[in-house]
């Protein structure tokens, strides 16, 4: 509820505003309007499922979530995963599923989760994308040529059934989609039509059609589904059972997963545009409330949607309400003109998710991708890509970001440094004080960057590569931010060898966690209290009196 609280701190709730979220509010329903029965049909749900999960999703979000700007519904990303989820488990499951992924979600802002789920790597964003909108645009030819239902369980045995099939296509069912397609285009540059969004344009248009001339083969929403009940959704609790919670786990975490980064792009984007600043982990929480809800009346998941969010604010959004009257005009809808929607021809809506398709592709970014980013940034947003479209979006993402990972290791463990500073780069360092050679049997190495598994290796092979062992050796840690226990069990391990070589460690220089890490691990009473230094210029000076004093340096025993 922060943004709500935030919108009333800034006066934007005052009666003053009302008029203008009025207008965004009924404009971003105009536009949910077709897109939510379209992509409740395309989920394998009914029409009126979708108008149920805008309405309670939108009111939900709107309320409780972390950005002032956001309109919650059904989006065309869900598609792919709700359609299956559908297809395997029924509705019933699709809602079920929904139910967990809400709780997810409210567990994800509950502890903060918000930033991290920010850090999925944006070739793994545009990569999956993109093979979503692939899916989606393939997936809407049945409806849109009037062909009949693709066959196959893999995209390419659907594709390959689908070509075969054209030769079936439906004369009256194309022309009405094609006209469809033209309208969401170009319709609103018809004189006089212009602030009309297209796709309701394409939608009014070719319901007015088949109304008129009912040709025979043009599937529509009556004929499929019996038209939309008029009326409100009914509360009811779906059947819970623990083996059904377990089969479901899947799917939920799923959709929780691309509902967080889903919603969390679309309030970035908002901010973009309005120049607004959202909470990440009270949209999570808010997220979470709407799909732990909207399934209870009807609906299925529902995120942040991206296209709605910026059509409330290029149409003067400036507060929660906005999306609450979004949610009241779709209620009123539903309760004044669902017998209308009985015409509805399912090629228009059809014809609607091509250029949702089109959209949620991103094709010239990702193609400026595939062009300009690093290799292996390209690598990963093909494989993701390719892998959304003919194996499982989960798979994809997962090893997108696997990939990713294993990238970004691979880079941060190369900047990781350990060089051997002689006397010419210690006189620039310390010239001013005094400085002037290296005692003979001492060495100094430093390590710069995070001493973590990806570069506790080349540490290792660096100092046991050492030729001529000295009497000894410092090790500065000054430029080390953290280590972690791979690095600690590295430097205990060429600690202890240095140590049978005869060869005397010290530390230098090592911030306060490092310092406190090393202690915990055993490490400073392996090289002795007396060899740990705060500063390199006392571990220097320690050294040199050592050496200087001709004793016979012996390492610290190793502690039992």
Do not use: C
């Amino acid at each position: 509820m922060i943004a709500l609280l935030e919108a009333h701190r800034a006066g934007l709730l005052g009666r003053r505003n009302w008029l203008p979220n009025l207008i965004a509010g009924v404009v971003v329903g105009v536009v949910a309007l077709p897109l939510a029965m379209a992509f409740a049909i395309a989920s394998g749900a009914k029409p009126e499922q979708g108008l149920y999960t805008a309405i309670v999703a939108g009111l939900a979000v709107s309320i409780f979530g972390g950005s002032r700007l956001q309109i919650a519904g059904p989006t065309g990303a869900f598609i792919v995963i709700l359609s299956g989820v559908t297809a395997k488990y029924g509705i019933a499951g699709l809602q079920l599923a929904t139910l967990m992924a809400g709780f997810i979600l409210l567990l994800f802002g509950l502890t903060r989760m918000g930033a991290v789920i920010k850090f999925i790597p944006d070739p793994v964003i545009v990569g999956f994308t993109a093979g979503i909108a692939v899916i989606i645009w393939t997936g809407q030819w049945p409806d849109f040529f009037g062909l009949p239902a693709a066959q196959g369980a893999h995209f390419h045995e659907k594709l390959w059934h689908m070509l075969e099939s054209f030769p079936q296509w439906h004369p009256a069912t194309t022309g009405i989609a094609v006209l469809s397609l033209l309208l969401v285009l170009y319709g609103p540059r018809i004189p006089g039509l212009k602030r009309v969004p297209g796709p309701l344009l394409a939608m009014v248009a070719a319901t007015a059609i088949q109304a008129i001339f009912q040709f025979d083969g043009v599937t529509t929403i009556g004929s499929a589904f019996g038209g939309i009940p008029q009326g409100l959704p009914t509360f009811a609790l779906p059947e819970i059972t623990a083996s059904r919670l377990i089969e479901l786990i899947g799917p939920a975490f799923t959709i929780a997963i691309l509902g967080a980064i889903e919603s969390l792009l679309s309030a970035v984007v908002a901010d973009g545009m309005a120049g607004t600043r959202h909470n990440a982990n009270q949209e999570l929480v808010g997220q979470g409330i709407a799909n732990m809800v909207t399934p209870l009346f009807g609906g299925f998941a529902a995120t942040g949607a991206l296209a709605r969010t910026a059509t409330n604010v290029r149409n003067g959004g400036t507060s929660p309400l906005a999306g609450i009257a979004h949610a009241v005009f779709l209620l009123l809808v539903l309760l004044l003109l669902a017998p209308l929607a009985a015409d509805i021809p399912l090629p228009a809506l059809a014809a609607i998710l091509f250029v949702v398709a089109w959209n949620m592709s991103e094709a010239r970014h990702f193609l400026r991708m595939a062009r300009r980013a690093p290799r292996a940034d390209v690598v990963i947003l093909l494989v993701t890509f390719a892998l959304t479209v003919f194996a499982d979006l989960v798979v994809a993402v997962n090893i997108g970001v696997i990939l990713a990972t294993l990238h970004f290791l691979r880079r941060m463990s190369s900047s990781v440094a350990v060089t051997a500073q002689g006397s010419q780069e210690l006189k620039k360092e310390f010239g001013h004080r005094g400085f002037t050679d290296l005692p003979p049997g001492l060495l100094v190495y430093a390590l710069e960057g995070p001493f973590f598994f990806g570069a506790a290796e080349n540490f290792e092979r660096t100092l046991s590569n050492i030729h001529a062992d000295p009497r000894v050796l410092i090790i500065r840690l000054k430029w080390v931010p953290f280590i972690d226990i791979t690095g600690l069990q590295t430097l205990e391990e060429v600690i202890g060898s240095l140590h049978k070589r005869g060869v005397l460690v010290k530390l230098s220089g090592a911030n306060e966690r490092v310092s406190e890490k090393l202690d915990r691990a055993g490490i400073v009473d392996l090289v002795g209290r007396e060899h740990v230094h705060p500063a390199f210029d006392e571990a220097l000076a320690s050294a040199t009196a050592l050496i200087a004093s001709g004793a016979s340096l012996r390492p610290p025993a190793r502690p039992q």
